[in-house]
């Protein structure tokens, strides 16, 4: 244990003011927790005053929520803690140097996953921003998702770099990384369990000091800095493993004739002491920050921290085709499109197909890495036209979103289901066919909400991804 650095958070006592780097999904309601949380007394919360995301310095003094898609609780508590005066949005970073402790929410994408190089460029320049004005005691926490060995590697040394401090002496550094999925950010940062890892003693306990006051069922679950950190990209890594094992499952489903919800619910139904079935749901591809990338940190994490690795020859990564596997559903999407729209007399040169749903996730606004990017950049590609329409999404760089679904559906020649929105949940097949005006318009479910039989009556050429017991149906009418 470093006694200096002990010494010194004693000296300062316990944590009153924070500082949150990146209003995002994670950074927005990890501040409005903690500005609510009777143990801190202000917090601050960094964002840059840039041309795409500067406008939610504004909105976030105002109370309001730049989130859309449905967060319980968010709107309301960000009014009461901007109402108390316990949380202030600025792009000011020279208030780094009131805070007792910052946390860093930021992306951290790949270019190009087969270099396992990630665009560190935002989570560098915030680590700078934060090291130019950090004071000794100052506990410098990271949540983004990063290759294991960041934190005592790259981040560690930026921060001693711009502060003129060392790491484990004169400040705390720890890896905590946020586990949140959008629909629900509140209620997961207080109930999940808290992943907290420092760089030494001394920092894991005064980031579980932060953490704690913000968990209701959730606790904090101690350990080194890289572990945190392979827990985090693993813990992911599976979850893209569970949804490929269920992805492949559906085509073989559909290659066999047979509906792949039916095997998935008697898999599912195996119960009992020692038994697991986690088995997920398949679907039209895998979109978000998190699963899309991490995977490729944890692989990438192998090679930065040198370790000799044993492994069968030339076998694959299982990690890595599973993440191929999720990777490649929208070109599997987009044969289903084909297929339907041939049964209907027609191709997609030509075609005209509504896009339903660019959200990665139901009743949210959040497209990061959304599979309907590349079905649609296919489908252009492939001569097709085709209008998008999300009621969630308000934004999108190139292109138009619209909501309006009567617009959208009017005269297409194919509907394509991407997200799981309440509002398609209810879709009416004479309705849709009305504003196609097509005798036998094409449907393609990849979300398994629409009724194929209804669908099928009404003269659609239905697909749906696994759903090979409907996928061979005779036209009707």
Known sequence: ??????????EKGPIRTVGVVGMGYVGIPA????????????????????LSSGYKIAALNRGESPLKGEEPGLEDLLQRVVSAGTFTCTPDFSKVAECDAVTLAIQTPFA?????????????????????????????VLESTITPGTTTGMAREILEEESGLVAGVDFALAHAPERVMVGRLLRNIREHDRIVGGIDDVSTKRAVELYSPVLTSGRVIPMTATAAEVTKTAENTFRDLQIAAANQLALYCEAMGINVYDVRAGIDSLKGEGITRAILWPGAGVGGHCLTKDTYHLERGVRVLGGELDWPGEVASLYVTARQINDFMPAHMLTLTASALSQAGKSLRGAKIALLGWAFINDSDDARNTPAEPFRDAALA???????????????????????????????DAVALFAGHRDYRGLDPAQVKTLSGCDHPAIVDGRNIVDPDTFIEAGFAYRGIGRGDRNGHALKG
């Not at 501040?31 to 840039?50: C, E, I, M, N, T």
């Not at 680590?127 to 950090?134: E, L, S």
């Open 31 to 50: 501040a409005a927790l903690f500005a609510d949380a009777p143990a801190f007394d202000h917090v601050y919360g960094f964002q840059r005053d840039s």
């Open 1 to 10: 244990m470093n006694t200096r650095l002990s010494s010194i958070l004693q």
């Open 382 to 412: 492939a001569g097709a036209e085709v209008a998008v329409h999300d009621p969630w999404v308000e934004r999108y760089p190139g292109l138009e979103v619209s909501h309006d679904l009567a617009a959208v559906l009017q005269g297409a």
């Open 112 to 140: 190009d996953p087969k270099d396992l190089i990630p665009d560190f460029t935002p989570l560098v320049e915030g680590i700078r921003n934060v090291g130019r004005h950090i004071a000794p005691g100052t506990l410098v």
